[in-house]
Structures are given as C-alpha cells and as structure tokens.
C-alpha cells in the first residue's frame, strides 16, 4: 500500500537532509494522471554503504515550478522513524522525468526489513503528491572488519646462546676436527696478518661464532655449509699479544670446538728474530762466494799479464 509521508508539509519551508545526501534528476512537465511506475533498487542494502534508488515519470510543474520526488525509509512494521535513517529525503530535477536518489545508513540503524516511500510532488504543495509504489528491501549490519593480526614473530631458534667463553676442551663437540691443511694457513701467524681456518664436524648450515682468547675477542660470524664444513677467514687483531692464545668455534645449533693459537713476533731488521737470521745467512753464502770469484778472477788477469810482459822483455 502506497503512504504520503506527514513530513511533507515541511516541503515549502526548505527541506533537510538529516544523515544522508540524496541526489535526483527529473525532467519538468505536467503531472501524470496515471499511476507512477515502480522504483528500481537492489533488494538489500548495507549500513554505511551508499543505497540508491531510481524512478520515472515524475515530469510536473506547478507555476512554473518544476516538481520534486521526496523520498523517506521506514521499517517495514510499521512508520516508527528509528535513528540512524536518511529520513525525508530531497532531490532536485532534470530534463527526462527520471531520477535517481542515493542515501547512507548510519551505524545507528537496525538491520532488517524495510520500506522506501517515494512520492512525486510541487514544492508549494497545493496539488496532492503523486506516490510511487512501495519498495521494500532488507538492511544488512555492516560488514565486521577482522582484527588485524600482529606480524608472525620470527620462529625462535635452537635457543643456544654463544657467550665465546672457554670451556675447555673437554666440552669440544665429538667429530669436529681442526685439520691444518689444503686452504688452512695453521695455528701460528702474526698479528695484522690474514688466517684461514677450515673446520669440519658442524651440523648443516649452522652459524659458528668465533672468539680468540686470551682477552676475549669477537673475531666474526661464519656459516657451515650442507656437510657442515665451515671455512674461517679473518686477521689476527694488530695489538694482539704475542703467544699462546685460544680460538673458540660455537655454533647456534649447540657446537663446542677450541683450539690453541699462537701469535708470532713479526720479523724485525736487527736480525734478532729465528727465521730473519736464516734469511741473512742465506743471503750472505751467496754475497761471499760471489765476491771470491771476483778475487779470483782479478789474480788470474794479473798472472796473466805479467807471464805477457816477461815474454816481450825476453
């Protein structure tokens, strides 16, 4: 059953749009005398979601006016006007007779059935409105949004904290070996000077920590490779003490290795240090035969020059 709204009397004194903005076009001529066709819309809308509404035939003017179509929602149980309805709609016209009204439901509203009530009418409102049949639809709850989740924490490791400190050996891990050969340059170097360290007996791609000692000394990290093999690479730190120190290998998966290391003292040039003074030895063998095949060479020019001189004078 088509209804009039009572607001309609409110028309003339200017119109409000309460909680929804609603747009119309409609076209300006005589008021049809025959029923207005039915309205066009979804059949459900959404809370907070724009919901519009189409219609024809309403080409009127009054005095020249031309006429609007008003629009109002209801419940379908009755013309209770709960909150949170776009109530008393307006819209204005274009040139066709046609129409076309949008409004919102604010989250005050109600989910459930309701009525949309068009009518087509002067805005002076001498003449009786002309009504659109009833539309009704289904108001829905807006749609929840689901809580965002914190970011996933990265998945915790074995949980084997690498401190670095001596355990002794006694706690190096069973099948680790520390073999000095192939790519290693062994256990003694001196300071500033690069080491190569290839281990064996890790577990699969595990992360070894390395610190030497005595003074704890954080010398890298290194990661074992598929067969846990990992290969070593770093520079005995300039200040470094010469003498016996400790290197010790821990990995993130529970790997235990040390082994000793020893700082050498760099070559000097007094000659003081072992391998300098076979080099200077080795250097002045040579030095020394070298100038005796010149001594010697020099006595034979003066023999023979004197052996030349005698045979000229006889």
């Known amino acids: 059953m088509s209804r009039v709204s009572p607001f309609r009397l409110c028309a003339a004194a200017g119109l409000a749009v ?29 809370i ?11 080409d009127a003017t009054v005095d020249g006016k031309p006429a609007a179509v008003y629009v109002d929602y209801y419940t379908a149980a009755g013309w ?36 949309a009530v068009a009518t087509c009418e002067p805005y002076s409102g001498s003449e009786a409105p002309l009504a659109y049949p009833d539309f009704t639809f ?4 807006a749609p929840t949004t689901p809580p965002v989740a914190p970011p996933d924490a990265p998945a915790p ?11 002794g050996v006694a706690a190096n891990t069973p099948g680790v070996a520390s073999p000095d050969t ?16 290839i281990l064996t007996g890790f577990q699969p791609y595990e992360v070894v920590t390395v610190t030497l000692h005595s003074t704890p000394t954080r010398l890298g990290t290194f990661t074992a490779d598929a067969s846990g093999t990992v290969r070593i690479e770093f ?9 016996d120190h400790t290197l010790v290998y821990e990995g993130d998966q529970g790997t235990y290795f040390q082994e000793s290391f020893t700082v050498a003292a760099a070559a000097s040039a007094t000659g ?10 080795s250097v002045a063998l040579p030095l020394g035969l070298g100038a005796g095949a010149l001594a010697l060479g020099g006595g034979l020019v003066f023999l023979t020059r004197r052996r030349a001189a005698g045979a000229v004078q006889g």
């Open 272 to 281: 003081t240090d072992g391998d300098l003074a076979y080099t200077g030895a």
């Open 182 to 197: 192939g790519a290693a340059t062994g256990d003694r170097s001196v300071a500033g000077q690069k080491v190569v360290k």
């Open 80 to 115: 209770d006007d709960p909150d949170g309805l776009p109530v008393f709609s307006l819209a204005g016209a274009p040139a066709d007779g046609a129409w076309t009204a949008l409004a919102e439901f604010t989250p005050a509203a109600e989910p459930g059935d309701y009525v």
């Open 138 to 141: 289904s108001l829905e709850a």
């Open 157 to 167: 490791g074995p949980g084997v904290l690498t401190t670095g400190d001596i355990r």
């Open 48 to 58: 907070g979601e724009p919901f519009q509404l189409t219609g024809t035939g309403c």
């Open 235 to 243: 520079t005995v730190p300039a200040g470094t003490p010469v003498g």
């Open 18 to 46: 309460g909680t929804a903005a609603v747009g119309l076009a409609m076209a300006p001529a005589a008021l049809a005398a025959e029923p207005l066709p039915e309205l066009e819309g979804p059949d459900t809308a959404v």
